[in-house]
């Protein structure tokens, strides 16, 4: 992605902000222009709870280029206080000692590793409650 | 007079024993913590630096109160370990806390006293009325070169506090802040250095003490008062042993300086380690005490804040303490730590 790219993408990565609905309610993260549900197009910004439940994981051993220095690491799928189902990484726990259901909260940590001349990319991330 | 709001600290879950690092370099554990007073240090995550680590002690302070993000008119990031040389730490906090784009902001660097320095203007921005709130922060991931002395120090963590002016908010007035400056060599780390130098033997007298006693004392002479007018008191923490004896040197007791000695559970915070210190004790301050503050930061100067907790103390929301986050801790190996520190080059 690129730099502008990336920077359209901060308030939402930085807070959590996605999209809802007004015509069927869906909520989506990241922001959606567009309903894949109902096919309306009248979608508004929403910032979303911080706060969330483990849907699924998994540990990832063997990662892309980007996230290299981080494994191993965990992946997951976190259904957010009345919002969406999102897919974020849980930090500072090992995989062993999560479990599903289980209540998580957001953090603020880098999301890939610095290389050499490029923009360092920040965001939410979660650890177990 | 303005003063402390709210105030959030963090430190992360990470911790390197003295003992795991001196294996490696053939020295004996026991003689190094003897003398530093210090036996463990906090570690930063992999996916951790000065900017996240600011973000989170400022959430932490935020949860406590209720205030209007867009009445923060000034954030100010003290810290040896921004991530850019070029690019501020402050703006990445400000936006990701939620703050809009009216406010006066900078990063600061003056080794480890740029956090007081970032309360500084703070508190002078309120005074002057040209902020209604502004946020102190200081914030490290500090670097001790492998195999260095101060490998067994360096270490990681933020405190942040909001100011204001509101006499019904104010937890803790600022009394008063002054400052004593010199162009000592004592550490330094230059342009394009991964690693910080230092002089060997020279980091004591002429450095540390002749700066955080000097500011002191240069304060007790302004405001004609001595050590047992506080409560309690708080310096900078490069080891565990350099604040007790500045203490003693200017007539405190034990007792006034204990409660922040966060030195002796995780080391070196650089930036946030006077600041820290600071948060151990508001966490058990009573109305009425009195505090004093001074930092140190190399190069030379120390900044000396003196507060007065207020009952309004009593109606702040209990936050995480200092020493709960200090307890959450997990042991890593040196090699785990060369990875979370990015001493290991993969390319
Ligand atoms: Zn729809």
């Known amino acids: 992605m690129s730099i502008i790219q990336n920077w359209r993408l901060y308030e939402s990565r930085y807070n959590l902000v996605g999209s809802v609905c007004r015509t069927c309610g869906k909520q989506y993260f990241p922001k959606s222009s567009f309903c894949s549900k109902c096919g309306s197009d009248k979608l508004t910004d929403e910032t979303f709870s911080k706060e969330g439940t483990v849907y699924s994981f998994s540990k990832v051993n063997v990662s892309p280029y980007l996230f290299q220095k981080q494994t191993p690491y965990v992946v997951a799928l976190i259904k957010l206080k009345n919002g969406p189902l999102i897919t974020s990484q849980i930090v500072d726990s090992e995989a062993e000692k999560i479990k599903i259901g289980q209540k998580v909260k957001a953090v603020f940590r880098k999301i890939s590793d610095e290389k050499k001349g490029e923009i360092i990319s920040y965001g939410i991330k979660f650890r177990l409650l | ?347």
């Open chain 2, 1 to 347: 007079m303005p003063g402390i709001v709210t105030y959030g600290a963090y430190i992360p879950r990470y911790r390197v024993t003295v003992e795991e690092i001196a294996k490696v370099w053939g020295k004996d554990p026991q003689d190094i913590s003897h003398g530093l007073f210090v036996t463990e240090k906090s570690v930063p995550g992999v996916d951790e630096d000065t900017i996240t680590i600011a973000y989170e002690a400022s959430r932490q302070a935020l949860a406590r109160i209720d205030i209007d993000l867009q009445k923060i008119d000034a954030l100010y990031i003290g810290s040896e370990s921004h991530p850019y040389a070029v690019k501020p730490s402050s703006v990445t906090v400000a936006t990701a806390l939620g703050i809009d784009n009216h406010y006066f902001t900078a990063d600061l660097e003056f080794a480890c006293k740029a956090g007081t320095a970032a309360m500084q203007i703070v508190s002078s921005l309120l005074a002057c009325r040209k902020a209604r709130y502004g946020l102190a922060i200081g914030a490290d991931t500090a670097q001790g070169k492998p195999g260095d002395a101060l490998e067994y120090t360096a270490a990681a963590g933020g405190a942040a506090f909001v100011m204001g002016s509101k006499r019904e908010e104010v937890i803790a007035e600022v009394e008063d802040y002054a400052s004593f400056a010199s162009d000592t060599p004592d550490f330094w780390r230059g342009k394009y250095n991964k690693y910080p130098s230092h002089s060997e033997r020279f980091t004591g007298m002429p450095a540390y003490f002749k700066h955080v006693v000097g500011a002191t004392e240069h304060y007790f002479k302004k405001a004609k008062c001595l050590a047992k007018d506080f409560d309690k008191a708080v310096f900078h923490m490069p080891n565990g042993k350099f604040p007790r004896v500045a203490a003693k040197v200017l007539g405190f007791k034990e007792s006034q300086i204990k409660d922040s000695l966060v030195v002796d559970l995780i080391g070196n915070t650089y930036s946030a380690s006077s600041l820290l210190g600071l948060v151990r004790v508001l966490d058990k301050a009573k109305p009425g005490e009195r505090i004093l503050v001074t930092s140190y930061g190399s190069g030379s100067g120390s900044d000396v804040f003196v507060f007065k907790v207020t009952d309004n103390i009593k109606n702040l929301r209990k936050g995480q303490k200092l020493n709960s986050m200090i307890k959450d801790k997990k042991y890593l190996s040196y090699g785990e730590y060369c990875k979370h520190t990015g001493k290991i080059v993969q390319n």
